[in-house]
């Protein structure tokens, strides 16, 4: 049987890249954001994940992230057979395995994935504008919580990247773009840039191949070489089968 990397003409060795956005957690239980049911269904971006906002009614904003973050914290949100595939991918591939989410859940790593870049931050870490630590989070922040390194009070906010604001290690990201064998797109409806324009981005390098997995065709899907449509926990699991076959 012809391996899907032969099929595809993807050395065994090759570097991949895998961008996973709010989609392979659905079925973990948190929501998506541009679903019927997501996120930004019920509140604005503006009100609730842009520096302004923030600024404006910095109350309002860590209620948002309180909220999130005690929904990741519950017992019953667990990573699921996709995160754990992607894991196995990572530790079982001939060649390196760079995971970039745009997640800010805890997820992946949970799963055992190591080579982790969460461009968008993460929501179980704070962030103090005073002195610029960058600490573990996990109860609930509010204007009055103070820096533990620095000792101000009013300066915290949540370690996470938001409108307007440039996401975290872009250029080590573009250069493992620029270097990579195979480029996968996991639960992301790809509106969101810099990471909706990754997949234009390999297409420059013509010995990379594009593969969307994702429950439906994205925004960039026309991008891609291949794709699967299905729940991730479904696809995803076949797809690292393939690839390692
Ligand atoms: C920046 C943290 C300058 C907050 C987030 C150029 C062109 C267009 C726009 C811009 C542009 N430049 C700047 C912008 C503005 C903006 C932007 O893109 N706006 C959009 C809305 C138009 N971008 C920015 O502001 C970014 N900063 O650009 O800085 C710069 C310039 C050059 C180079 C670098 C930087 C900052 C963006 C980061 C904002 N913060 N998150 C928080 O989480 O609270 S973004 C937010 O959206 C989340 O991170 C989320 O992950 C991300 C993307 O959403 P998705 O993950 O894709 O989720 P979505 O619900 O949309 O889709 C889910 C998908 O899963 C769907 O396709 C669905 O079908 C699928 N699915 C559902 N269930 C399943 C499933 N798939 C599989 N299985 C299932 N069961």
Redesign the pocket.
Known sequence: MTGYHQAMKIAKDANIVILT????S??SGLS????AD?IWATVRIEDV?TPEAFARDPDRVHDFYNERRAGLLDSKIQPNAAHEALARLEAAWGGSVMLVT???DNLHERAGSKNLVHM??EMLKGWCQACGLVCEWVEAMDINSVCPHCGVTGHMRVH????????FE?NRIYAALAGCGLFISI???G?????SGFVSEVRHNSSCRAVEL???P?EGAQLFDDARHG??TEIVPGFVAELLS
């Open positions: 956005g709010a989609g392979i659905k079925e998506t954001f541009r679903d997501g994940a745009q997640n800010i968008h931050g996470v990247v938001w409108f307007g604001e440039m996401p872009m639960g992301t409806s509106n969101v840039y810099p990471a994702n429950l439906e994205s729940p991730a």
